[in-house]
């Protein structure tokens, strides 16, 4: 009724720590050159995109998803190189398999488990822990974002955590992490704990540790569709021992992958040619950008097998106000993380769209 307040109703039904928390912040693009999220700049061809719209056209909107998926995971496993014997669970993104494999571990006899990552991360493994009930503990990179390896395996043995996330390469640096680290990291945890390998950026890394799955059973490789060109669908995909998908796919809502989603997958996963062209144009730009970039005065490229590059510049506000004023939209990494004290990330995006990013840049400069 009109009497009750619902700032009382949020106090005594919404948890403190959800309360407390900041919404995940997405700032409104519209009219901007958009570099700030990773994306593919490129769509799919007309006649492409002609023959996905009569797809789209005939499916079944008033059914279901069909539950198995069987069709779309087996073209995810035989198209982007799943392990013969293992299987794939698939997320509205892989956003949802974060949170799904935090759920999944989140208490263990009713304490709180932990979950670990080198930082900075990508922010939803921190959030999703938190939600999840999990507590989250960070672990430093190092200054030029290796992996401190003596300060994992001492986190490791002081927190025991149950969940790993390594992003290989990793956000918001770009840099892949040793792949040795990483797997003194798999094997220190063992039985006691999962190392998730988030390959979002695999596309353009090509590195992976798919191939590596059945000599760690405590691995799980994560990746997703969006970075490759198709972030608006959202779907991501985890592969690891069945036995332990299984485990997650308790978590996973019924039909969390919509019908849309699912046809337009599938028929992108049967032109993954184009995908892959794509893919390669935007490697060829990062090292043609990189390089600009570190011919300028007062800036320090760090090196990225992702299609986004991190650099340091004398001052991030000033710069990021000024592409803004020039209506380019990139990410100002300044606050997230000592580390990054003056540091900016930029999309890899076209030609065209990365020029008008190097004038603006040299013009704040
Ligand atoms: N992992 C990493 C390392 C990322 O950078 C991102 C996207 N920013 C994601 C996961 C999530 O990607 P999506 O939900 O679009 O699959």
Do not use: W
């Amino acid at each position: 009724s009109g009497t009750t307040s619902i700032d009382k109703l949020i106090t005594n039904t919404i948890r403190e720590d959800v309360r407390n928390a900041g919404s995940y912040v997405v700032p409104d693009a519209s009219g901007y050159i958009k570099l700030d999220a990773m994306e593919n700049p490129y769509e799919l061809p007309d006649e492409l995109r002609a023959e996905l719209g009569q797809r789209l056209a005939d499916a079944a909107l008033n059914r279901y998803p069909v539950a198995s998926y069987t069709t779309l995971k087996q073209k995810i496993c035989a198209g982007l190189g799943v392990p013969a014997g293992y299987d794939v669970l698939l997320g509205n993104g892989s956003d949802e398999l974060i949170s799904i494999m935090a759920t999944a571990v989140a208490k263990q006899g009713g304490q709180r488990a932990v979950v670990m990552a080198p930082t900075p991360a990508f922010v939803m493994f921190a959030r999703s822990a938190g939600f999840a009930g999990a507590d989250y503990v960070g672990v430093p990179i190092k200054a030029d974002f290796s992996l401190d390896l003596p300060a994992m395996l001492a986190a490791i043995q002081t927190h025991k955590p149950a969940l790993v996330f390594l992003a290989y390469p990793n956000n918001p640096t770009g840099n892949l992490f040793d792949a040795e680290d990483m797997v003194a990291i798999i094997e220190a945890l063992g039985e006691t704990g999962i190392v998730v390998a988030d390959e979002a950026y695999q596309p353009f890394a090509k590195k992976s540790f798919m191939g590596r799955l059945p000599e760690f059973p405590n691995l799980v490789v994560m990746r997703t569709l969006s970075k490759l060109g198709l972030a608006g669908i959202r779907l991501g995909y985890l592969s690891g021992d069945p036995k332990l998908l299984a485990e997650f796919e308790k978590v996973r809502p019924p039909y969390n992958v919509n019908v849309l989603t699912q046809v337009a997958a599938e028929f992108a996963l049967d032109h993954l040619d184009v995908l892959d062209q794509q893919a390669e144009m935007l490697n060829a730009e990062r090292t043609r950008l990189s390089t600009e970039l570190a011919a300028l005065p007062g800036v320090e490229v760090f090196p990225s097998a992702a299609n986004f590059i991190s650099l340091r510049v004398p001052d991030a506000d000033q710069v990021c106000a000024r592409l803004r004023d020039e209506k380019v939209l990139i990410k100002n990494l300044s606050k997230m993380d000592k580390l990054l004290a003056n540091c900016i990330r930029v999309t890899v995006s076209t030609p065209e769209e990365n020029t008008a990013f190097l004038t603006a840049l040299k013009a704040s400069l």
